[in-house]
């Protein structure tokens, strides 16, 4: 599990890193706002740990940057226990809190407790789309989005597999697999088509990879 702990007191950050790394966690830092966009341009992360009082910006800035990216758990440190702080962490799409001062190991525990309700729900999040796996619905905007059982399929395909090449025999092989009904090479192209279409702008994240087949961008 790779972890972002985005806090810029260094005596709460450093100790903690260590502690995650015990566990077995790949951990990075981050000590402002800037610096955490930054490594979120570069890395993709599993959890990001979130102080909200940061030198340069709100830490607010940050998590709706992680929830707009993808589906990263976040947990808010915060030092100030006020209410309004917390239900607005909450609202731009925080898991969960915990308020300074906070003991490392309780936070590694509900870390891990983060990590096991995301891994029982297959829930996909790229930029405005949103992919419930367990209802098969698919959302731009929270709008439902009409999609034919081919094209869910094949989206739940480039969900699952972001940023890897996608063989135009692997997918119709998938599509003919679960649909029943034979696919052909033509077929897939014109569904791939009609997918890009309804997704709007997200739907520019489908890239044809000339002769072989297409790539799903996790990042626009
Ligand atoms: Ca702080």
């Not at 696919?183 to 997918?195: A, F, G, P, Y």
């Amino acid at each position: 599990m790779r972890v972002l702990i985005v806090e810029d007191e260094m005596d709460i950050a450093q100790p903690l890193a260590r502690l995650l790394q015990a566990e077995g966690w790949s951990i990075v830092v981050a000590g402002t706002a800037a610096e955490a966009l930054e490594k979120l341009g570069q890395i993709r992360f599993d959890a990001v740990l979130l102080d909200l009082g940061l030198p340069d910006q709100s830490g607010f800035v940050v998590c709706r940057t992680v929830r707009e990216m993808g589906d990263a758990a976040i947990l808010v440190l915060t030092a100030r226990s006020d209410e309004d702080s917390v239900v607005r962490a909450l609202e731009e799409g925080a898991d969960d809190y915990v308020i300074k001062p906070f003991r490392a190991r309780e936070l590694a525990s509900r870390l891990r407790a983060i990590q096991r309700r995301r891994a029982g729900k297959r829930n996909y999040r790229f930029g405005t789309l949103r992919i419930d796996a367990d209802a098969a619905q698919v959302f731009e905007n929270e709008v439902p989005l009409p999609l034919t059982a081919q094209e869910y399929r094949l989206l739940l395909l480039f969900a699952s597999n972001p940023g890897c090449v996608l063989e135009r025999g692997v997918l119709l092989q998938a599509l003919w697999d679960c649909g029943g009904n034979f696919v052909n090479d033509n077929t897939l192209t014109v569904t791939v088509k009609r997918l890009r279409e309804k997704l709007g702008h997200e739907g520019a994240r489908i890239k044809t990879v000339r002769g072989i087949g297409y790539r799903w961008e996790e990042r626009m």
